[in-house]
């Protein structure tokens, strides 16, 4: 199984500020990874796709790039409605594998 | 607007079966994949399986974890998935959600999901 490792497993930043978290394959994975929101007490949400496509109606502050075994996830200017977990997830291969997600706070 | 409506959790005992449905609307159901997901009790999450369009054979991949316990099935007439979930451990207790498969294999829309808790 591809094992994804995803760093770090929680942050805390101040409204505004640039967030970034990192999500590693252990093997080359291509460009076949998205990221998901889960606030709490709800359901994942699509965010990015293809390592770096905007999902329709997503805000812009949202950003993913990276390709093979690294790739980066943004927040540029995070918002207080932006408090959740994070996470990646590979689906080159099966069984498609999650990273163990990244909790975001807003200080 | 896409919807998908997970049901079927609840309690019940190691051993015994219970089937899960995902019940979807604002789509062509039939032309995609459909998978069912799960997240443990204050755990990340973990892919249990799909099953392909008919378009594809109707076909189904299962995690390990739950290969020859669980089946997923589909009927495109009524717009269903379904997760039969047989010989439950108490390791199976999870928020089970089901996914909208894009047509490149990301999911891109989840349900709720529906809780199954597994306890003697």
């Known amino acids: 199984d591809i094992q994804m490792t995803q760093s770090p497993s929680s942050l805390s930043a101040s409204a505004g500020d640039t967030v970034t978290i990192t999500c590693q394959a252990s093997?080359?994975?291509?460009?076949?990874l998205s990221w998901c929101q889960q606030k709490p007490g709800k359901a994942p949400k699509l965010l990015i796709y293809d390592a770096s496509s905007l999902e329709t109606g997503v805000p812009s502050r949202f950003s993913g790039s990276g390709s093979g075994t690294d790739f980066t996830f943004t927040i540029s200017g995070l918002q207080p409605e932006d408090i959740a977990t994070y996470y990646c997830q590979q689906y080159d291969e099966l069984p498609y594998t999650f990273g163990q997600g990244t909790k975001v706070e807003v200080k | 607007e896409v919807q998908l409506v997970e049901s079927g959790g609840g309690f019940i005992q190691p051993g015994r079966s219970l089937r899960l449905s995902c019940t979807a609307s604002?789509?062509?159901?039939?032309?995609?994949?459909m998978s069912w997901l799960r997240q443990s009790p204050g755990k990340g999450l973990e892919w249990v399986g799909f099953?392909?369009?008919?378009?594809?054979?109707?076909?189904?991949e299962y995690a390990a974890s739950v290969k020859g316990r669980f089946t997923i099935s589909r009927d495109d007439s009524k717009n269903i998935a379904y997760l039969q979930l047989d010989s439950l451990r108490t390791e199976d207790t999870a928020m089970y959600y089901c996914t909208r498969d894009s047509f490149y294999d990301y999911a891109d829309y989840w349900g709720q999901g529906t809780l199954v808790t597994v306890s003697p």
């Open positions: 099953i392909r369009s008919n378009s594809y054979g109707g076909t189904t």
């Open positions: 093997q080359d994975i291509s460009n076949y």
């Open positions: 604002g789509f062509t159901f039939g032309d995609y994949a």
